[in-house]
């Protein structure tokens, strides 16, 4: 198991910023590739970044490139996703996930944290 724990969603006008961060309690992230993800209400859940285990390589889906930064602090067992020129259509739970050593730009990984919510404002 590798519990992660989502924080810094909130509420932001249309073009501001947000850090989120996933903390894993008790178990070290660093064999483990990490990705957001985001479900907006009545959407599927979608993919929004990952990272591999040693923050080298990053991958991005469509809507958020050039907008989203995804990192991680493997010594604070902690993954960040920066969110800039944010938009209404981000609005949604955001979820980090991992999943051991390879990393996959879409659905397949293991572990879930509870979410933390995003809305953007027009």
């Known amino acids: 198991q590798v519990p992660l724990v989502e924080s810094g969603g909130g509420l932001v006008q249309a073009g501001g910023s947000l850090r989120l961060s996933c903390a894993a309690s008790g178990r070290s992230i660093r064999s483990y590739a990490m990705a957001w993800f985001r479900q907006a209400p009545g959407k599927e859940r979608e993919f929004v970044a990952a990272?591999?285990?040693?923050?080298?390589?990053?991958y991005y889906a469509d809507p958020v490139k050039g907008r989203c930064t995804i990192s991680r602090d493997n010594a604070k067992n902690t993954v960040y996703l920066q969110m800039n020129s944010l938009k209404p259509e981000d609005t949604a739970v955001y979820y980090c996930?991992?999943?051991?050593?390879?990393?996959?730009?879409?659905?397949?990984?293991?572990?879930w944290g509870q979410g933390t919510q995003v809305t953007v404002s027009s």
């Open positions: 990272i591999n285990w040693s923050g080298g390589a990053t």
């Open positions: 996930a991992a999943r051991y050593y390879t990393v996959v730009a879409g659905m397949g990984y293991d572990y």
